[in-house]
T-cell receptor, first 113, second 118 residues
Framework: NAGVTQTPKFRILKIGQSMTLQCAQD?????MYWYRQDPGMGLKLIYYSVGAGITDKGEVPNGYNVSRSTTEYFPLRLELAAPSQTSVYFCASSYLSSGNTIYFGEGSWLTVV | GENVEQHPSTLSVQEGDSAVIKCTYS??????FPWYKQELGKGPQLIIDIRSNVGEKKDQRIAVTLNKTAKHFSLHITETQPEDSAVYFC?????????????????FGKGTKLSVIP
């Protein structure tokens, strides 16, 4: 199992550009999540999904969109990138039950200039 | 919503000494408390967790204690080693229901940077 795979690892965007962060998991997990991590601020939940076709907002959803057409993939879309979206983004997944251990990807470093 | 406070933000210990990181949470309905370790350039990785029906849990050199009355929980690392150096995050979650299914959404503390000095 590869676990949770994120691409790209690093990206520099110009203000106003759009991009999609890709996320895939091969553990057949129901739940998938997108977090952002800012220095000294812990992790904040952007969006999550409880299964294919179902998504919901987390704590900081503004400026982002997600889709979940299959169990495996959960891309995060940034529209009209802003400097405030400079951050490290983590995709994660978990089972519905059995302790709900969350497994994180390696992260995507995004800089908006 | 839930609020998790974590202290200290940085912690330096000598190799072999113990390290303690403390967290408090605000919502008494929280029932799951995991701890994550994040090494430089990596994603967080679960190292231990505890549920509200248990007061203490141990796994080799790592232990977690939970005081539900006071709404705080702590991570204890004994006989620290240089490879324990990392950022540690506590988290708390409340079971939520969405479309009839159970859901755990984690609220994280801001992290503790642990440095173990050889």
């Amino acid at each position: 199992n590869a676990g949770v795979t994120q691409t790209p690892k690093f990206r520099i965007l110009k203000i106003g550009q759009s991009m999609t962060l890709q996320c895939a998991q091969d553990m057949n997990h129901n739940y998938m999540y997108w977090y952002r991590q800012d220095p000294g601020m812990g992790l904040k939940l952007i969006y999550y999904s409880v299964g294919a076709g179902i998504t919901d907002k987390g704590e900081v959803p503004n400026g982002y969109n997600v889709s979940r057409s299959t169990t495996e993939y959960f891309p995060l879309r940034l529209e009209l990138a802003a400097p405030s979206q400079t951050s490290v983004y983590f995709c994660a997944s978990s089972y519905l039950s059995s302790g709900n251990t969350i497994y994180f990807g390696e992260g995507s470093w995004l800089t908006v200039v | 919503g839930e609020n998790v406070e974590q202290h200290p933000s940085t912690l330096s210990v000598q190799e072999g000494d113990s390290a303690v990181i403390k967290c408090t949470y605000s919502d008494s309905a929280s029932n799951y408390f995991p701890w994550y370790k994040q090494e430089l350039g990596k994603g967080p990785q679960l190292i231990i967790d505890i549920r509200s029906n248990v007061g203490e849990k141990k796994d080799q050199r790592i232990a977690v204690t939970l005081n539900k009355t006071a709404k705080h929980f702590s991570l204890h690392i004994t006989e620290t080693q240089p490879e324990d150096s990392a950022v540690y995050f506590c988290a708390a979650s409340i079971s939520r229901r969405y479309s009839g299914a159970g859901s755990y959404q984690l609220t994280f503390g801001k992290g503790t940077k642990l440095s173990v000095i050889p």
